[in-house]
């Protein structure tokens, strides 16, 4: 059974784990995030996974637009810390106000229950995603980081209260960019009740 419901606050196990920064430094989760402004949370698979240069090809598309919002934006990867500066650059992330950090106990996944599967990795859907993510120009690096484990997407409020929430089904399927922007402007506005992704 689930324990993370839509309009409640993450696990107090999660803001007590510590991930690590670029240069390798402790830095607790509760630190990480931002009590004066709606944070979203991107889980990655790993920092060289094709699944996720494809997510991050629409995010960077529209991330501009989202700093705009004020939106604090945390991305989670499970690799060693040295591969975090590879990533900023193969994203161009240099001047952005992304924070970017690493969980290679991967506790933080298994705090907020993102699936680690073997069937994710290497089943017929992740398959054809890696077929389509190809033919697209995508291409998977170096393994940077934990092979079974899958990504996911939380959006919190101000109030660090889950509004939207998105476990990734397999390597190259990830939280809809539209209901995700949808979403967050949703909350900016406050004029609707908080939305919830598909679990």
């Known amino acids: 059974m689930r324990r993370m419901k839509i309009d409640k606050k993450l696990p107090s196990n999660f803001l007590e784990l510590i991930v690590l920064d670029q240069?390798?430094?402790?830095?607790?989760?509760?630190?990480?995030?931002?009590?004066?402004?709606?944070?979203?949370?991107?889980?990655?698979?790993?920092?060289?996974?094709?699944?996720?240069?494809?997510?991050?090809?629409?995010?960077?598309?529209?991330?501009?637009?989202?700093?705009?919002?004020?939106?604090?934006?945390?991305?989670?990867?499970?690799?060693?810390?040295?591969?975090?500066?590879?990533?900023?650059?193969?994203?161009?992330?240099?001047?952005?106000?992304?924070?970017?950090?690493?969980?290679?106990?991967?506790?933080?996944?298994?705090?907020?229950?993102?699936?680690?599967?073997?069937?994710?990795?290497?089943?017929?859907n992740a398959v054809r995603g890696i077929i389509r993510a190809v033919i697209h120009g995508h291409f998977q690096n170096s393994l940077e980081g934990d092979l079974l484990q899958q990504g996911g997407t939380i959006l919190l409020d101000q109030d660090q209260r889950i509004v939207f929430c998105h476990r990734n089904k397999s390597l190259t399927e990830y939280a809809e960019m539209t209901d995700l922007v949808d979403s967050i402007y949703l909350l900016l506005m406050k004029d609707t009740a908080p939305y919830c992704g598909k679990w």
């Not at 402004?37 to 094709?50: D, E, S, V």
């Not at 193969?90 to 106000?97: A, C, F, T, V, W």
């Not at 924070?99 to 073997?118: C, F, G, H, N, W």
């Open 23 to 124: 240069n390798g430094k402790s830095i607790r989760m509760s630190s990480v995030l931002c009590r004066e402004r709606a944070t979203l949370i991107i889980f990655l698979r790993h920092f060289g996974c094709i699944g996720c240069s494809v997510q991050m090809a629409e995010l960077t598309n529209r991330l501009a637009e989202l700093e705009s919002l004020g939106l604090k934006i945390v991305l989670i990867g499970n690799g060693k810390f040295q591969y975090i500066q590879g990533f900023i650059e193969r994203y161009k992330l240099e001047d952005s106000q992304v924070v970017i950090v690493t969980d290679p106990s991967l506790q933080s996944y298994r705090a907020v229950e993102m699936r680690r599967s073997i069937w994710a990795t290497f089943g017929w």
